[in-house]
Each structure stands twice: as C-alpha cells, then as structure tokens.
C-alpha cells in the first residue's frame, strides 16, 4: 500500500535534485580549474602523444 507524503514534504523530491545538480555542477567546475592547469596538461598531452606514437 502507498504511503502519501505529508504536506511538509511535498518539495523535498525537487529540492534533493537541485542540491545535488548544484553539486555536480561544483565539482564540473573544479575539475575543469584542474584540467587546465599547466601540469596536468602537459601530463594528459605526453599520455596521448605516446598513446598515438605506438600507434
């Protein structure tokens, strides 16, 4: 048998997924500050350079 939700929790199913899109989009963020940075970018060029050279 179904449960109905109380009216106090009528927005939680929407609120729970706007916090966690709001997280994700946090961490996208973060790891795309990381991505570009200078040594991690050097270091995925040199994976892929030596990926494509075995090639």
Known sequence: ???ARSA???GASTA???MTTL???GF???LLVILRSSPVKS???GIIQK???LA
Do not use: F, H, I
């Open 1 to 3: 048998m179904a449960t």
């Open 8 to 10: 106090g929790e009528a």
């Open 16 to 18: 729970e997924y706007a």
């Open 23 to 25: 997280a994700a989009c």
């Open 28 to 30: 996208a963020g973060v």
């Open 43 to 45: 270091m995925l060029l």
């Open 51 to 53: 990926a494509l050279s």
